[in-house]
């Protein structure tokens, strides 16, 4: 008989196995379950049997086969098994319960329970200890929206606007500026119709109509408060007059000022301000009676009184009958403009009005330059911003106006916006004095009265802080803000013409409050100190006529 085909190789397929008969002939595709065969493709030398076996015990001749020819091969199925046997299967439920019981774990868990709450409980009274030996905050004062900032008088809305057509409408396109200069608000007016010294012909309920409308007043008051400033209208009565309160006639005037109040209150202003109130006959009654009307529509609502006093006991006679009402008078127009004498009249006023909330200008009306040499300025202007209490400014203190001069269209002094604000007088305005010049300057008066507006604004101890006067040259007048664990700060001014040592390191502040050896610089008004460096205080010097603000940390 015929045996396989020599020398030709059976072609091989993963599901079909073809074989020839004992005649030489091709049999029948036959299907080969998938479980039982698995023909490796690899070349024969690479297959998983031994060299002696070969190919040939990879099937059997047709004379040995189990059914002509029919080759079988099959997967070695216990090297599977014996791999699955291998794997790791863990330990079963009842085999877990049973080494968890056991007595050494049992004890190892409670173990480890005691130390938890051992541990727990020592950083809870860690906790305690810390809580109850820290030292307690204090409570922050109550305060309202002209605690928190400076105030800005508007009078002349003309001359302000630097046009003769200047009104309410046109004021609306200068709020932008005014949140420039973070004020918490502007006094404004008086805008009501007064026929000079004649009572009948002034009415305290309707706005001068060269100025605007109801209607104009509504508006700027809905703008304003958008940008989160107040409003406070000014409703002294013969404001064109010579007596500002129609001596003669003071019945009428208070039954005109009573109505007055509550219908301004009503239409949305959040305070008034009344000027020469020593010529107002019982001005302290007065006075009462009026900030009862405005404190009855709320307590964040206020009230400004006005004086040409100077004196210290006649401007404490006008607060002790009112509460929260702030008073702007002559006070320290008077000083000789010495470290020493401010001293004296700062001290005397914050001794003198105790609890009651101060004001700092230096009159009711009139402009920082009528009162002050140039060179002081930005010294009054760090002093204003550092004392405790609301600083006052009339529009131009920014930025050194003058008072009015000869020439001017008008008798109030004119807002310098750019060099086009006096038309008149070609080649007269310098860009160094304008709005447009000094905001473009680091180390002008303008970009100083912002910086310090800003800081006041949001630093507590500036705020609301204790306030306590270190030693110094009598040429200087240095004093320090704080407030419970906030930064502190440490106000340096030299009013003297020469340069001066601080002798700081000499002064003895308060118990609670001691110098550091160094503090870093915030701000200084003379142009040539560099601004981020920290000073050494035992040996600090200040240029003439130069104000420092410094801070330094609380220290436990």
């Known amino acids: 008989g015929r045996g396989l085909w020599e020398g030709v190789e059976p072609p091989f397929d993963r599901r079909l196995l073809r074989v020839t008969d004992s005649a030489g002939t091709m049999s029948q595709d036959t299907e080969v379950d998938m479980k039982e065969v698995e023909l490796n493709e690899l070349e024969p030398e690479k297959q998983p049997m031994n060299a002696a076996s070969g190919a040939a015990t990879a099937m059997a001749v047709a004379g040995g086969a189990e059914k002509n020819g029919l080759v079988k091969i099959k997967v070695a199925e216990d090297d599977a098994e014996a791999a699955a046997a291998a794997k790791f299967t863990g330990l079963s439920k009842e085999e877990l319960l049973k080494v968890a019981g056991s007595p050494g774990w049992v004890r190892t868990r409670w173990a480890l329970l005691l130390l938890f709450w051992l541990g727990w409980l020592g950083m809870l009274a860690g906790a305690v200890v810390i809580i109850v030996q820290a030292p307690r905050c204090r409570e922050l004062p109550v305060q ?122 009503k239409a949305g202003v959040d305070g008034f301000q009344v000027r020469d109130v020593e010529n107002l006959t019982n001005a302290s009654s007065f006075l009462s009676e009026w900030q009862n009307i405005t404190k009855s529509f709320g307590e964040d609502r206020l009230l400004i009184a006005g004086t040409d006093y100077s004196d210290l006991q006649q401007i404490s006679s006008l607060l002790k009958s009112t509460k929260d009402l702030l008073l702007t008078s002559s006070y320290l127009s008077k000083s000789n403009f010495t470290g020493e004498h401010v001293k004296v009249l700062v001290t005397k006023y914050l001794h003198a009005t105790d609890s009651h909330w101060c004001s700092w200008s230096l009159s009711q009306a009139g402009l920082m330059t009528s009162f002050l040499p140039t060179q002081l300025l930005q010294l009054y202007q760090l002093l204003f911003f550092t004392l405790p209490g609301t600083p006052i400014f009339s529009y131009g203190d920014e930025i050194g106006l003058q008072a009015a001069r000869l020439g001017q269209p008008m008798e109030a002094p004119v807002m310098l916006w750019d060099e086009s604000s006096l038309p008149n ?102 142009r040539g100190r560099e601004e981020t460096a920290s000073i050494e205080l035992e040996h600090l010097n200040l240029e003439p006529h130069e104000g420092l603000l410094l801070h330094f940390p609380y220290v436990a």
Do not use: C
């Not at 040429?475 to 009013?495: A, G």
């Open 144 to 265: 309202q929206w002209w605690h928190m900032g400076a105030l800005y008088r508007i009078g002349d809305l003309q001359a302000f606007q630097a046009s003769e057509s200047g009104n309410l409408a046109g004021l609306k396109g200068h709020l932008d500026y005014l949140s420039t200069l973070k004020v918490k608000g502007f006094v404004l007016g008086p805008i009501h119709k007064n026929q000079k010294d004649d009572v009948a012909g002034t009415d305290l309920l309707q706005i001068d109509p060269s100025l605007g409308s109801k209607e104009d007043f509504d508006s700027l008051l809905q703008s304003a408060k958008k940008k989160s400033i107040h409003v406070i209208l000014d409703l002294t009565p013969n404001y064109r007059g010579k007596n500002l309160w129609f001596s003669t006639q003071v019945d009428t005037v208070a039954t005109k000022m009573k109505d007055a109040l509550e219908f301004w209150l």
């Open 425 to 526: 007088i070609p080649g007269s305005v310098h860009i160094n004095s304008t709005v447009k010049g000094q905001s473009e300057d680091p180390g002008s008066l303008l970009s100083l009265f912002r910086r310090l507006s800003d800081q006041r604004s949001k630093e507590r101890s500036l705020l609301h802080g204790d306030f306590n006067i270190l030693s110094t040259e009598p040429e200087l007048f240095s004093y320090i803000r704080s407030w419970d664990q906030n930064e502190r700060f440490l106000v340096v001014l030299n009013f003297g013409n020469v340069s001066l040592p601080a002798r700081l390191g000499t002064s003895n502040p308060p118990g609670s409050i001691s110098l550091p050896a160094r503090a870093n610089l915030l701000l200084s008004t003379w």
